[in-house]
């Protein structure tokens, strides 16, 4: 006989919180950690048809730093559906206006484009500075695995 697939939910008890200090790390290097993190894939038990991925909060997103000549030359481009509705946005006033959509772009492009990926961008909580108001979660006595990522372990 053939044994059975069974199914599983992971309840929102059973997911972690990490902390990232981005001071000085590079955009996409940054992203690529966050997006595996909230997709799961640093868990043993991964599997891209369940979400099991962590929850995670990025600290001090105003200091984060491209490579090379980027930060001059990256532009974000938006339409708005008519004629003439392209609007450019450089990198450099976006961080300075909304340094949040800068991560937010950057990791929801390396998620999936679906429901899911759209339920795992909630998990991503972006602050400036270094104080979030997470601090219960972070350093509950239920989630003892919770720890605060270093530049060095997410490079």
Same mark, same amino acid.
């Given at each position: *006989?053939?044994?059975?697939? @069974? ?17 000085? *790390? ?9 997006? !595996?993190?909230? !997709? ?26 491209? @490579? ?10 938006? %339409? ?19 340094? %949040? ?8 492009? *390396? ?8 339920? *795992? ?8 500075? &270094? &104080? %979030?108001? %997470?601090?219960?979660?972070? &350093? ?7 720890? !605060? ?7």
């Amino acid at each position: *006989m053939k044994k059975q697939k @069974t199914t599983y939910n992971l309840k929102s008890s059973e997911k972690s919180w990490k902390v990232i200090d981005a001071t000085d *790390m590079v955009l996409g290097r940054l992203a690529t950690n966050i997006a !595996s993190i909230l !997709s799961g894939k640093t868990k043993i038990d991964y599997n891209p048809a369940v979400d099991n991925g962590d929850f995670v909060i990025v600290c001090n997103i105003e200091k984060i730093r491209l @490579t090379g000549n980027k930060a001059n030359q990256k532009v974000y481009y938006s %339409h708005s559906g008519y004629p003439g509705g392209l609007k450019e946005t450089p990198f450099l006033r976006l961080l300075n206006e909304q340094p %949040h959509k800068v991560i937010e772009k950057a990791v929801q492009g *390396m998620l999936p484009k679906n429901r899911l990926g759209r339920k *795992m961008i909630t998990r991503l909580k972006l602050y400036k500075g &270094s &104080s %979030h108001p %997470h601090e219960a979660q972070v &350093s509950g006595k239920k989630n003892s695995e919770n720890k !605060s990522v270093k530049a060095e372990e997410t490079k």
